[in-house]
């Protein structure tokens, strides 16, 4: 089992910046990609960006050059840099890993409003 624990979502106008946390627990050495994925309110849940273990990232067209995923294996954290946010980034914002299955953390809100 690997446990997820996000953090760092809020409320910040448009145009800042916020940075997400996620901390792995658990079964992490089977732990083989981690990534942040988002859900707004009557949408479904779709993949942001990715990290391997290696390092190699991966990210949805919507949020190339804004957002920046990096990962601190020494900790077991990953992260997501959001900057120049939009309105349209408000939603929900879950950590996943997966090893042999995929693992969740519980979410955290973002809102973007001025």
């Known amino acids: 089992q690997v446990q997820l624990v996000e953090s760092g979502g809020g409320l910040v106008q448009p145009g800042g910046s916020l940075r997400l946390s996620c901390a792995a627990s658990?079964?992490?050495?089977?732990?083989?990609?981690m990534g942040w994925y988002r859900q707004a309110p009557g949408k479904q849940r779709e993949l942001v960006a990715s990290i391997t273990n290696g390092g190699r990232t991966n990210y949805a067209d919507s949020w190339k050059g804004r957002f920046t995923i990096s990962r601190d294996n020494a900790n077991n954290t990953v992260y997501l840099q959001m900057n120049s946010l939009k309105p349209e980034d408000t939603a929900v914002y879950y950590c996943?890993?997966?090893?042999?299955?995929?693992?969740w953390g519980q979410g955290t809100q973002v809102t973007v409003s001025s």
């Open positions: 996943w890993s997966y090893s042999y299955r995929s693992f």
């Open positions: 658990g079964s992490i050495f089977s732990i083989n990609v």
